[in-house]
């Protein structure tokens, strides 16, 4: 039993097996890192390859998607356990056009096991919904997701109007296609390549 049957059982499809395997792994004293690293994540990663050559395509991505979201499941109790008072209020959200959440959630998952409050938006969220609710919700930080290279101005335009509403909350960025460079180009507050090290960032702008 290794994390490699949770890679095999996403790239199957094989929900049922991707939560049995992820629960043993679990139950065995794996590393969570490792299972989401070496098998959720990577075995993503192979699905997004085999799209690219087109020996996949969106129905089966969707289909590995949910795979893997039954695995972040079982996951996600022992991601967010434990901590009480809030550390502050995160607003997060995946940007205007864009539908893929499995990152943006892991993200959201790790900051509340981290002791934040987190509001999630979802995806496909407008400029406009960010700001709102930061206002609203006093949010420290609004944190954008997107994963698609023709949503990353949607960051732009966000940032933007955080930026003209004259709002002291921290912006910061992350998914696939950005990068540091983009963030410094669009004047977010920081950038993040992955879900823990955004936890991370986001302590620091709190501190
Ligand atoms: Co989409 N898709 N997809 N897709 N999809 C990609 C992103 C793609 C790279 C695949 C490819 O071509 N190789 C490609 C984008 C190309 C590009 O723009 N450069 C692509 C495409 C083209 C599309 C469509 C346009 C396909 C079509 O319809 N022709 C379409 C767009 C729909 C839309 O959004 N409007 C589409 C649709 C879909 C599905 C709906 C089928 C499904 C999404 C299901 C869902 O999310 N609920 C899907 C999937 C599953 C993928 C791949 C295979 C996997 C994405 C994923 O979940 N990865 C993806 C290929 C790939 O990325 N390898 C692909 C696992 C996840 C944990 O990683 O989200 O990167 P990720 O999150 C990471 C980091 O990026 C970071 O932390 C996480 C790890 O710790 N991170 C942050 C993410 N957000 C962060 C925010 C932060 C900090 C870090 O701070 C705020």
Redesign the pocket.
Known sequence: MTTQDIFNAVIAFDEATVVAKTQAELDGGTDISAILNDGL?SA??E???R??AGELF?PE??M??QA?KAGLKILKPHLSAGQSKSKGVVV?GTVK????????N??SMMMEGAGFEVVDLGVDVESEKFVRTAAEKSADVI???A????TMPSMESTVKAVKEAGMTTRT??????VTQAFADQIGADGY????P??VKLVKQLVA
């Open positions: 994540i993503m990663d699905v997004g390859e799209f690219s969106v991505m969707l590995a998607a893997m997060i056009g864009d539908l893929h959440d499995i990152g943006k892991l993200v944190a954008l997701s994963l698609l290279t023709t910061i960025i992350g998914g696939a296609p993040s390549a992955d879900a090290g955004a």
